[in-house]
């Protein structure tokens, strides 16, 4: 990271104490006009997040040179106020007024201030905040604020008075996380390492949640490492939406309400915080009564992007919610007679199936044609880039996609669990199911053109170096053999209830 001046359109850099530049153009919508917060009025504002913490989520990331923090609120008057303390705090830095001197952690780096590079992004629910230091010690610093401020978060007024955990030489970076205004349970975006998971001990964590599976990585074991630092351990592990069952989601809850009951911190972690949104959404609606679109907003904040894994949790939560049962809400609704008022919804899902498949298919013609074009390019364009492609497609359009055989190369491409038992018929054509809430399933077949049959169709007339290159990448592939025309599969679509 460069000091000093320009380093993203929109951002606020500040070096040291002089402040170079005014509130960027990135949201100034949100950002008040006028002179920043006294200290009075912004020890107001501050209050005033303490009062509201339960709406703020804040995603913090370390690094050895520093941190990276988002923090955001979906209600718009206290993502005003973030951006408002984040005003104020940075023209403190360059008046030099200080703020909870009596803590050691903030006084120091106010001392330092020199040392510290910051730059301030509003965001389109709060802030974005790049704190960078060349000096170690004042790094740790850095480290140290920032979890002050997560302890904020989560904790509110009751965090307020207490000192800010001060990090020593040796002690290893924190692992980036997730806090959730108002719960005090960890989750990590990253594998913790031994030295990290002692850290999290002296903390306050209690117990450790890994949804990995132990080949991932295989040199470490977390277990020894929560057992040498007296922590619970508790191991879920799975892979993808498929091997999520609902043993893994009730007993991950379990985990996180016996820390609630015995007032013990439990610490949740996969490789990227993905596999972790399930059971935190799942937790916070059922056994905290949170509405789902804030639970998996904030399932989204820990980096669940898989679309499969999102729509088994909504599932699940679905059947296992009050008046809930095995259907889970859903029942099949022939096309032609979809209410009108579904009508829409059901284009919805088709627009988003077509976005999906001329991406996929122009990638796949790029690396079939293109200049590099080598078969183990254009097979990675199909195991790489077609995942990719659903969970952009997903994230840009607020639904879940992908796409499922009934004869399948990929393991892991199955199917939502609503379509599973109709699938299972093999449909020829398009098929609807609306649910109670208002959300709608859908189901598009995929047919096989002539181009497919290079990957898809009979082994004996395949190309060996792409036959070699299949072998290697999926030994239990079955989706060879088929002719033009077939059914290859289908594409699935769930469009949650607004
Ligand atoms: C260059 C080789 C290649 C070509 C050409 C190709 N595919 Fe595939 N296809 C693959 C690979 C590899 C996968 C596994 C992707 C993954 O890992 O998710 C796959 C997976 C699929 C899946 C997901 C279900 C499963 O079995 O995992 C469908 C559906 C599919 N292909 C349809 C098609 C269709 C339709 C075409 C023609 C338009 C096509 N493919 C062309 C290589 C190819």
């Known amino acids: 990271m460069a000091r000093g ?12 104490a002089a402040v170079l530049a005014g509130m960027g153009a990135g949201n100034a919508a949100a950002v008040r006009p006028g002179q920043p917060a006294s200290v009075g009025q912004d020890r107001e504002i501050w209050r005033e997040l303490l009062r509201e913490h339960e709406k703020i ?29 984040a005003r104020a705090m940075q023209a403190r830095l360059k008046s030099g007024q200080r703020v909870r001197v009596w803590d050691p952690v903030f006084a120091e780096l106010f001392d330092r201030g020199e040392a510290v590079v910051i730059e301030i992004e509003p965001t389109d629910r709060g802030v974005r905040i790049v704190e960078t230091s060349e000096d170690p010690a004042v790094v740790r610093l850095l480290h140290a604020h920032a979890m002050g401020v997560s302890e904020f978060v989560r904790h509110g007024f009751d965090a307020a008075p207490k000192r800010t955990e001060a990090l020593r030489e040796g002690d290893p970076e924190p692992p980036s996380e997730v806090a959730i205004g108002g719960v005090g349970h960890r989750v990590l975006l990253e594998q913790p390492t031994a030295e990290q998971v002692a850290l999290l001990k002296r903390l306050g964590a209690g117990v450790l949640v890994n949804f990995r599976k132990s080949d991932e990585h295989p040199a470490y074991d977390e277990k020894a490492a929560a057992g040498a630092n007296d922590l619970d351990y508790c191991a879920l592990p799975y892979a993808g939406g498929v091997e999520l069952d609902d043993l893994i989601i009730t007993d991950g809850r379990a985990a996180l309400t016996a820390g609630d009951a015995s007032s013990k911190v439990v610490v949740l972690h996969c490789r990227t915080g993905n596999r972790v949104g399930p059971v935190w959404a799942a937790y916070r609606v059922l056994d905290k009564g949170v509405p789902a679109s804030r639970a998996f907003a904030e399932a989204r904040a820990m980096q669940m992007v898989d679309p499969l894994i999102e729509s088994v949790a909504r599932d699940y939560i679905r059947r296992n919610g009050a008046g809930g049962d095995a259907t889970g809400g859903w029942r099949p609704v022939a096309v032609e007679e979809l209410p009108e008022s579904v009508k829409p919804v059901y284009k919805t899902a088709v627009e988003a199936r077509d976005a999906m498949y001329r991406r996929v298919l122009s990638t796949l013609m790029e690396a079939m044609t293109g200049q590099a074009s080598e078969p183990g390019s254009a097979i990675k364009v199909c195991s790489e880039k077609a995942p990719q492609i659903a969970r952009a497609v997903a994230r840009e359009r607020g639904l879940m996609i992908g796409r499922t055989s009934y004869k399948l190369r990929n393991k892991s491409n199955g199917a939502p669990t609503w379509a599973r038992g109709a699938l299972e018929q093999r449909p020829a054509s398009p098929l609807a199911f609306v649910n ?4 709608v399933g859908v189901t598009l077949p995929i047919k096989l053109s002539g181009m497919c049959l290079m990957c898809h169709g009979d082994p004996a007339d395949m190309d060996p170096a792409i036959k070699t290159a299949l072998a290697a990448k999926y030994p239990d592939d079955q989706a ?17 209830a607004k």
């Open 5 to 16: 001046y320009g380093l993203m359109a929109g951002m606020l850099v500040v070096a040291g």
């Open 57 to 85: 989520v804040r995603v913090v990331r370390f690094s050895a040179k520093g941190v990276d923090a988002r923090t955001e609120s979906g209600d718009p008057a206290v993502a005003g106020k973030i951006i408002e303390h």
């Open 436 to 439: 109670e809430d208002g959300s």
């Open 480 to 496: 060879t053999g088929f002719a033009e025309g077939d059914l290859r599969g289908w594409f699935w679509v769930e469009v949650p």
